[in-house]
């Protein structure tokens, strides 16, 4: 069975985490992903850098800049994700734009990702249409997911869409913003989540972009089956202790 | 063959809106409306009359003798240098921001490289009294700081971008990124035929009166709307497809773009985007641009502000792809010298952006009776620190 419905069905509040790859050090890919299972991190979203990262933030605008300025590209990537599934059996999204992608070829990609024994993938400025009309069928062959983004101003019609060609989960925002910023619960964002569960999706949801302490990341498990962390944890990380500094990041999540 | 953006915002394999979630409402928001607000009457009437009493149009179109007789053909000049603010920029920038009142917009956006298009941005939002914001690379602050005193004269704040090379490419992620933060009251003026669809196609249509008015201007002149060639320089290609607009469909005329080579197209100090790049994803739309193998936005470089961009719009992709358009590069040194030569001969200081369509008439061959026209977009106030640094003046 799939990793990500496995995963869905057994846990609730589940944790996620996003890294850069070849972040701090250009060998840290696979080390970072076993430290935070062993840790108690339930997914793993692993960013492949790219130079024009418009969605993001300044954190992880600078952690792909160090990673490509390290050497990282995606076929170094596929190399070092082949020793992932001896140690690593939680589920794992690659994320990323889309003209990596495109320039690595989408069938192989795909391809690569099974091979490397990756769950799905998250592509931010992939538009649904050409997604749906040129990708899908790749993305299913291979048994990849593809997870999407909705945000507080995304309309109900488009999320019911967006319901229809997800498999996996769906990632909602917390707020339209870049990565990298605090989440603010307030009453809008509140009758949003509430507005999203009343839908009754046929996937579950993720809350991402402003967790950053476990008071916001319970607050989002309020509303969904589970958060994702991404600068917080990337800012966290310790180039002379990696996997102690994952750790003791973690430890305040899963103590 | 449809050189044109097809219902689904497509010019051929080019164009589309890649664009995260966050964009999409006000990116479709645009798309749904742009179409029917500048068919509407009113907002023709309002456009076309402060084209006509604030920037100045129609701008003459000069047939250069000097330089006629020089390349042994009719050279005439589109003189969008004469335009208030001092470039074609200003044509998109009041189409813009009477349409982002019509969406009801409190605060206005933009990046600019030159600073041309940030200048003519701050100057409708001053006309109109609107908040502006104009992002721009550190190092492009630091080279064109004429044009940074006014933005800030006029009312604008001016947000450096820091982040990757520090030029026009790094300030269009910074103002991608403050509209998905800001995504209710906030337009984004893009300045170039460049971004999601529908910007490649509504910034084509502000920018078409540029070849509306040639073709009127070439009857009077010469008796024929039909010229042999027009030329225009290319960064996003703003200019350029202004020029083309009416032409596109007129296979007899023949089109010709100028790259910026740099310090030459070999020399990995370039911007000419069709000789290096691939086909790819930049800035919202597929098109071609200067990328590693993979998928890496490379770094261009050209003496020109406004030509220093990795990408080109969907719109030029396609025009390239199918050889409807012959897209040709001009070095710094080129563009330099035929902005000199321009002066002298004409009396007219170009913009190093124009001078690089000028260079490239020493290269063509004509037979005496060709009639050709120039879009000569800006003038060159902005660069004398450029020339005189080059010629030692």
């Known amino acids: 069975m799939n990793r990500i419905k496995e995963l869905f069905q057994k846990k609730k509040d589940i944790l996620s985490i996003y890294y850069t790859a070849g972040y701090p050090s250009l060998g840290d890919t696979v080390a970072i992903a076993e430290a935070l299972q062993e840790s108690g991190a339930d997914l793993l979203e692993i960013g492949f850098p790219y130079s024009d990262p418009v969605a993001d933030g300044p954190t992880i605008q600078a952690s792909s800049k160090q990673a490509l300025d390290n050497g990282m590209d995606l076929k170094l990537l596929f190399e070092q994700l082949k020793n992932l599934r001896a140690k690593v059996t939680i589920p794992v999204l690659l994320m990323g734009y889309v003209n990596p992608m495109l320039q690595f070829g989408v069938e192989n990609f795909c391809k690569a990702c099974v091979d490397a024994g990756v769950d799905g993938c998250i592509v931010p400025d992939l538009p649904m249409v050409e997604y749906e009309e040129l990708y899908k069928a790749v993305f299913a062959d291979h048994g990849l997911s593809n997870i999407f983004l909705v945000t507080p101003q995304t309309s109900t019609e488009r999320i019911h869409k967006i319901d229809s060609l997800s498999n996996g989960f769906i990632y909602l925002l917390s707020s339209s913003a870049t990565t990298g910023q605090n989440l603010q619960v307030g009453d809008t964002t509140e009758a949003y989540f509430s507005r999203i569960a009343n839908l009754k999706l046929k996937n579950p949801t993720m809350i991402g972009f402003g967790i950053s302490s476990k008071e916001t990341f319970n607050k989002a498990c309020q509303y969904a089956n589970g958060a994702i962390i991404g600068s917080a944890f990337v800012k966290a990380l310790d180039k002379s202790d990696v996997q102690g500094s994952v750790k003791r990041f973690i430890k305040e999540f899963r103590p | 063959m449809s050189y044109f953006v097809n219902e689904k915002g497509y010019y051929g394999d080019f164009g589309g809106a890649y664009i995260p979630e966050m964009l999409y409402p006000n990116v479709e928001e645009l798309r749904q409306n742009y179409l029917k607000i500048m068919a509407d009457e009113d907002f023709q009437k309002e456009f076309h009359q402060l084209l006509k009493d604030y920037v100045g149009r129609p701008s003459p179109l000069y047939l250069a003798k000097r330089l006629s007789q020089k390349y042994n053909a009719n050279i005439f000049l589109k003189r969008e240098d004469l335009n208030h603010t001092g470039a074609h920029k200003i044509n998109n920038t009041i189409g813009q921001i009477l349409l982002a009142e019509k ?102 249509r502000f920018q078409s009166v540029i070849s509306e008015e040639t073709k009127k201007q070439l009857i009077e002149q010469t008796g024929s709307d039909q010229p042999d060639y027009v030329l225009a320089c290319v960064g ?55 990328q590693t193998h993979d998928g890496q936005v490379v770094e261009p470089h050209s003496v020109s502000a406004g030509l220093d961009y990795p990408g080109i719009g969907p719109q030029h992709a396609h025009l390239f792809k199918t050889g409807r358009g012959s897209y040709v590069s001009i070095t710094d040194d080129e563009s330099l010298q035929a902005g000199l030569l321009l002066t002298q001969m004409e009396g007219i200081i170009p913009a190093i952006e124009s001078a690089h369509a000028l260079a490239y008439l020493e290269k063509m061959k004509f037979t005496g009776n060709e009639n050709v026209v120039v879009c000569l977009s800006g003038r060159g106030d902005k660069d004398m620190d450029t020339y005189m640094k080059y010629f030692g003046l």
């Open chain 2, 103 to 204: 969406l009801g917009k409190k605060r206005i956006i933009a990046e600019t490289g030159a600073g041309q298009h940030g200048v003519a941005t701050a100057t409708v939002c001053a006309l109109r009294g609107l908040e502006c914001v104009v992002y721009m690379g550190e190092v492009d602050i630091k080279r064109q700081a004429p044009n940074v005193a006014r933005m800030k004269m006029l009312g604008a704040r001016v947000v450096p971008a820091t982040s990757g090379s520090k030029t026009l490419k790094d300030a269009t992620n910074e103002a991608m990124r403050d509209w998905i933060n800001n995504p209710v009251d906030t337009h984004y003026i893009i300045g170039s035929v460049v971004g999601p669809h529908p910007y490649p196609d509504m910034v084509a």
């Open chain 2, 236 to 290: 996003g290609g703003s200019n350029a497809i202004g020029m083309f607009y009416h032409f596109i469909d007129d296979e007899k005329v023949k089109l010709v773009a100028v790259e910026a080579a740099g310090k030459g197209v070999d020399s990995g100090f370039s911007a000419a985007t069709t000789a290096l790049g691939q086909e790819g994803v930049l800035h919202g739309s597929r098109s071609i641009l200067m």
